[in-house]
Each structure stands twice: as C-alpha cells, then as structure tokens.
C-alpha cells in the first residue's frame, strides 16, 4: 500500500479534502483505506498497482472541478473593527458637541449646510462641510453607527488614509449631484450621504475583487450581486421624516462609480505611506472648506 495523501484529522480543511479523496476514488472503484497516526497524522492509502489510476482520476476530477467557487476565506472579526472609523464618529460628536453648546448650531447649519442654491453661487465648500453637521442627536447617533458598521470595514481594507479620502470625494461627490438637480433654499446636512457612499465603496469593491489575479486593468464584474445587496442596504436606510433621500442614492452611487476605478488601480496608492499621504490630502480639503467658508461670511 502507498500514500497518496498526507493530513491531519485535527485540520477541518484537511479531513474536508481527505473525505472527497475517498468518495471520488470509491466513485471509480478504487481500494482506498485511510491510516491515522498518533500524532493526528492520517494517510489515505491505496495498493500499489492502483497509484497511478487512483491519481489520474483525482487530476481528472480536480480539472473537471476547477471553475466551482471555493468556500469564501475565513475573515477574521477584527476587519469589522476600526479605530479611524471610531475616531471619525467621535469628531462628528465633537463638533456637534462644540457648536451645540456654544450656541452656534442654527448659525452654522445655515453657514455650512448645502443648497443647491448656494452652491449655485460657488460656494461649493458647503458640500465638504455640510457632511460633519448634525439636525439633532437622534440623527448624529444614527450617522455615527453607520460610520463604525460600514465604514469600519472600508477603512480596514484600503487603509485609514485612503478610505476617509473616498469617503470624502464620494460624499461630497453625492451632494453636489443631487444638489445640482434643484435651485432651492433648502438646507441638507449629515454624514449620511457618506455613510451611503460606504456601502456603495465596500460593493465595488466586492465587484472588482480578484481583478488584479487575472491582471486586468478593469475590473471583471463577477455579479452584480454585492451591487444589489449595497443597494438595498442604502434604500431600507433612505426614508424617513427629513431624509434627503437623492443624497443617499447619490452618494451610494457615487462611491460605487469611485470604488469601480480605485480599486482595480489601487495597488500602487496602497499602503502606509500613501495613506499619511492621502491623510494630509484629507486635511488639507477640510481645511481649504472650513476657510472658504469663514471668509464667506466674515469678510
């Protein structure tokens, strides 16, 4: 009798692989015994005038079967966790915090919230800053979980720096679209429409997966599946009283288009470096908004 497999039966995937070897060599009539050691260590064996079938129907088996999808790979629980998500929930409490208490929250919905009106008279900094403003708390406690839930596993997968410069192009991206279809007064604020652009980020990115295995500089839509599934996560958080829901689509939509030609590119941008990089990027737009704003209003 001669090996032709070597595993341990305290390995799930190993005794998963040793079981398939004996059904499809008993599927062709193949004497098969399996021997397990001491140790854990078990051998699937067969007698040596069957060595080179019993190999040949499990090549043949293993190029039959090659295009079956695979079990999705074990993800570990801490990807759901970020502290750079945490971190930017809490600076969206801190400035809701700081203008609440200082009694600067009407005054700066009205400064810094976006219009489609006043952006049509360039004040564009407003869809930058009307994405860290707040109605109440109800609506800064709903945007912080939506932070920590999708935006976490974002950040944990392109990197701190990287994922808070998508979410900020997508947000802002999604006011600005949907405050381009209106000429109105009407005020929109929140972290929602970056919350959206989340979902819609972490969707392209599950569409263009394995993009760079196949080396393809566009990605290969596997399915549309991830597409919807981020769809309809953004539509069951889209209504409500004083929901601006064409922010929602518009953002969701923005960051699946960003996340679409990010990604498959995104190998070069990765990394610690790029992400100080894209970090001081981050900065430096806030910084650039919060200034065009105050000299806006006071000069």
Same mark, same amino acid.
């Given at each position: ?77 801490? *990807?759901?966790? =970020?502290? %750079?998500?945490? /971190?930017? +929930?809490?600076? &969206?409490? @801190?400035?809701?915090?700081? #203008? ?88 929109? *604020?929140?972290? =929602?429409? %970056?919350?959206? /652009?989340? +979902?819609?980020? &972490?969707? @392209?990115?599950?569409?263009? #997966? ?90």
């Amino acid at each position: 009798m001669k090996s032709i497999f070597t595993g341990s039966i305290h390995n799930k995937n190993s005794r998963k692989q040793a079981d398939l070897i004996l059904v499809v060599l008993a599927s062709q009539s193949v004497r098969a015994a399996i021997e397990t050691g001491p140790d854990g260590s078990c051998d699937i064996l067969v007698p040596d005038d069957d060595v080179a079938r019993a190999r040949q129907h499990l090549k043949k088996y293993a190029m039959e079967n090659k295009d079956i999808p695979r079990p999705a790979p074990h993800v570990p629980t801490r *990807i759901f966790f =970020s502290p %750079a998500a945490l /971190a930017l +929930a809490f600076f &969206l409490a @801190a400035i809701h915090y700081i #203008i609440t208490t200082l009694g600067l929250h009407k005054q700066a919905i009205l400064n810094f919230g976006s219009s489609s009106y006043y952006l049509s008279q360039g004040q564009s900094f407003r869809a930058v800053t009307a994405l860290f403003l707040h109605s109440d708390t109800d609506h800064l406690l709903g945007n912080m979980a939506g932070i920590v839930v999708l935006a976490g596993p974002l950040l944990r997968v392109t990197g701190y720096g990287q994922g808070l410069l998508l979410l900020l192009a997508a947000g802002t991206a999604g006011n600005l679209i949907s405050e381009s279809f209106g000429r109105d007064l009407r005020l929109s *604020i929140g972290a =929602s429409t %970056a919350v959206m /652009a989340a +979902a819609g980020l &972490l969707g @392209a990115r599950r569409m263009t #997966i394995g993009a760079q295995s196949n080396h393809s500089l566009f990605p290969k839509l596997k399915s549309l599946a991830p597409f919807v599934a981020a769809a309809t996560l953004t539509a069951m958080f889209s209504h409500g009283e004083n929901t601006d829901v064409s922010a929602h689509l518009f953002g969701f939509l923005a960051g699946t288009g960003i996340g679409l030609c990010y990604y498959p590119l995104s190998a070069p941008l990765s990394g610690p470096v790029m992400g100080r990089i894209s970090f001081a990027i981050v900065l430096a737009i806030l910084s650039t908004a919060l200034i065009r704003g105050a000299l806006t209003f006071f000069t």
